[in-house]
């Protein structure tokens, strides 16, 4: 089916790339521009900002509470942006209705960004959240059980990267992983996936635009050879919690996104892999608000009460 009629409205009026130099600051000042105020948000419960204390020093987090319940499943949430953008505030509604969604408390982290910060803080900041969330639990209301971790494009490589480490350190308590069209492969050789060619222009995120966009967090100390970087480089699989991964059809990411779910059925994780027909990239944080991407949301919770380790928590 073709790109959905409303995307294609907004793309039309974006203008071309020029090619000069990418300004984080200034790119950074530009989303924060656009996001809505407190009281255009969905409502919750309850979001508190809290200093989490990590093994990789403070880290800001967000803590979404859904409704009133005697406990939660946690959901560790990391945001996108080509590792140097995106923030608490520019993900809000992504994190928002993830809690509606699926029920969990979701904690969004706040992790430090390159070039500012050189690798590997980003991934220690998230892992260090996920661990910290796990010895919070009783503060947090932790239904002791499911513990899952989501991300959407580089949120999602960190997702890859964070389930990986976990289970390299013994730290077995992630129940399941979700990955909005993750970032798997930052080697960006046009003919390594056949939707670099396929979707390369006219689709918001140009296969053109990878390098420079990633540029910051390889630049920073990032090897792409490194599996905590290009997680889809990782040999072996087995042991990983249930992945959702979920991809969009005009994406030049699909391709990665997809092989390392089927990469990962082969190893045995049970593993379902989404392509929502008519979507880019970004399309989970940009047009959410359409009701057929919104769907993704819903698919997130589905995915989690199937693989929960706890049917019965409490109301």
Not at 221 to 250: C, H, M, N, Y
Request: charged fraction near 20%; include cysteine; glycine fraction near 10%.
């Amino acid at each position: 089916m073709p790109i959905h009629p409303e995307i294609a409205k907004i793309l039309s009026t974006l203008p071309a790339p020029d090619g000069s130099p990418l300004d984080p600051v200034a790119m950074r000042a530009g989303e924060a521009a656009h996001v809505p105020p407190l009281e255009g948000r969905l409502p919750l419960y309850a979001v508190e900002d809290v200093a989490a204390s990590t093994t990789s020093g403070t880290v800001p987090v967000r803590i979404y509470t859904p409704a009133d319940a005697k406990a939660y499943g946690l959901l560790v949430y990391f945001h996108g942006g080509a590792f140097f953008l995106g923030s608490l505030d520019t993900h809000d509604h992504v994190a928002r209705a993830l809690a509606k969604e699926t029920g969990y408390k979701v904690i969004s982290v706040g992790y430090r960004l390159a070039p500012e910060a050189a690798f590997p803080a980003g991934l220690d900041d998230c892992y260090g959240v996920l661990r910290w969330a796990a010895e919070q639990g009783e503060r947090l209301g932790w239904d002791g059980q499911n513990l899952a971790i989501a991300g959407d494009s580089s949120g999602g490589t960190f997702v890859a990267a964070v389930a990986a480490k976990a289970h390299d350190d013994g730290f077995d308590r992630i129940t399941q992983q979700v990955l909005f069209y993750p970032s798997l492969d930052l080697d960006f050789d046009v003919d390594r996936y056949p939707s670099l060619r396929e979707n390369a222009e006219g689709y918001g995120l140009e296969t053109a635009g990878l390098k420079p966009f990633n540029s910051f967090y390889l630049s920073s100390g990032a090897d792409a050879a490194d599996p905590q970087v290009s997680p889809i480089k990782r040999e072996d699989l087995t042991g990983l919690p249930p992945a959702l991964i979920i991809t969009a059809e005009f994406d030049p990411l699909r391709d990665e996104g997809e092989l390392y779910g089927q990469r990962l059925q082969v190893a045995g994780v049970p593993t379902t892999v989404s392509r929502y027909p008519g979507a880019n990239h970004g399309f989970v944080q940009n047009f959410s608000w359409i009701p057929q991407f919104y769907e993704a949301f819903r698919e997130t919770a589905a995915f989690l009460n199937q693989h929960s380790l706890s049917r019965d928590r409490a109301e």
